[in-house]
Nanobody
Framework: QVQLVESGGGLVQAGGSLRLSCAAS?????????MGWYRQAPGKQRELVAV???????NYANSVRGRFTISRDNAKNTVYLQMNSLKLEDTAVYYC???????????WGQGTQVTVSS
């Protein structure tokens, strides 16, 4: 069974940077498709931050475009999120999501807290 392990969250001042990583463990015969990052702030719904397909197409939420960069290393089954020029409103729990070509279809990471302070 594939599991996702996230790392890289923490506390940072506004204007600073963080890099999140999400590694998919081995244990599946299915191929990995799109990989993405979502976030959920207190009292708000989970929202898409960025996604990258297996073909390296990327898409970003308008609120992070130009500040965040998503990338992946297929050899390591890992997706990254480089976050620059962080704002207070970027504070949230960040989750990675990976699509598989077979059951269960998609899996989520455990979440990592990102807190931006003034």
């Amino acid at each position: 069974q594939v599991q996702l392990v996230e790392s890289g969250g923490g506390l940072v001042q506004a204007g600073g940077s963080l890099r999140l990583s999400c590694a998919a463990s081995s244990g599946t015969i299915f191929s990995i498709g799109a990989m993405g990052w979502y976030r959920q702030a207190p009292g708000k719904q989970r929202e898409l931050v960025a996604v990258i397909t297996s073909g390296i197409y990327t898409n970003y939420a308008n609120s992070v475009r130009g500040r965040f960069t998503i990338s992946r290393d297929n050899a390591k089954n890992t997706v990254y999120l480089q976050m620059n020029s962080l704002k207070l409103e970027d504070t949230a729990v960040y989750y990675c999501k990976v699509d598989l070509s077979g059951p269960p279809g998609s899996i989520w990471g455990q979440g990592t807290q990102v807190t931006v302070s003034s």
